[in-house]
């Protein structure tokens, strides 16, 4: 399927009906669409934590409904430690994602060593569709973008290797950078 022909993120959300959890693999993301908001908390160590704002209403809406629907989304994030500046910032920011009802836990990388874990971030719906995302050295969403699967191998490979990293994570209230 080509990558124009397959849904949007929100359409996957949307779909869900059991589960949607995120696994995080990288220290730092250099994505467009909150560089000016980290530029911001570097300069001045305070984050954007509104969930109502135009950067993190259309987030919290998304997960709001969906775990609305009776969905568990969760979310892991695999850190370097000591932790990057953009891991902070993403600290910083993690009460919106806990508001808006994800449940969110965070991995140092020394403790992943013995997880078998796939190449890329990815999120996975419903433990049968698979979305990786990839990124470009630098952070940025590369040209490729994402990669729908839905091929049980890979769907089982992803659900393995995301429930073993939430065993071992520690939730967030508690994990201290």
Known sequence: MRQSEQPSFDELMKAATRT???LEMRD?????????????????????????SAYWGPWVSLVQDTVGRGVTVRRVRIVSEPVSDYIKYEHAGTVVNIE?????????????????????DFWLFDEKTVLFNHFSGDGDV?????????????TALAARAFDAAWTLATPHDQYKI
Do not use: C
């Open 100 to 120: 808006a009802g994800e449940d969110v836990r965070w991995l140092p990388r020394r403790q992943a060593s013995g997880l078998a874990l796939p190449g890329n």
């Open 142 to 154: 590369s040209p490729e973008g994402r990669e729908l699967r839905t091929d049980r191998e890979v």
């Open 20 to 22: 949607a959890v995120h």
């Open 28 to 52: 730092a993301y250099g994505v467009s669409d909150e560089a000016e908001d980290f530029e911001q908390w570097k300069r001045t160590g305070e984050r954007d934590t509104d969930p109502a």
